[in-house]
């Protein structure tokens, strides 16, 4: 399925360190250059435990406000921007939602964090 930078999406992740996984709500990081012309796309991991929103590298997604509600997510939740994972386009379910442009410019903040670019 076609993906967008900013697309809440349901995708499969694999676990890590040990076989199998599941489907997790996640954020497409990647550029809109590289989700059309490469089959994998890089997302960052959407939880449900907000006890790290404080750190640099998550963003709190508050389900109460316009842009929270635009997510389609149904609990606040953290974008872990240190949880990046590169999977091919088609474990990706379903879109369920779209950060804004403002959000995303929050993310690509919390990305900097993450990665060490200043």
């Known amino acids: 399925m076609p993906v967008s930078r900013g697309d809440v999406v349901l995708a499969f992740v694999e676990n890590v360190g040990t ?3 599941k489907l997790r709500p996640a954020l497409v990081v990647q550029s809109d250059r590289n989700n059309s012309r490469l089959n994998e796309t890089i997302i960052a991991a959407i939880t449900s435990n907000t006890s790290r929103i404080d ?32 999977i091919p386009q088609s474990d990706i ?17 919390c990305l900097k964090a993450s990665l060490g670019i200043s």
């Open 55 to 86: 750190e640099a590298h998550q963003l709190l997604i508050d389900i109460s406000t316009e842009e929270g509600a635009e997510s389609g997510l149904l609990h606040n939740s953290a974008v872990r921007c240190e949880r990046l994972h590169t």
């Open 19 to 21: 076989s199998g996984g």
């Open 93 to 109: 379910r379903r879109s369920i939602g779209r950060l804004p442009e403002m959000v995303i410019q929050h993310i690509d903040t």
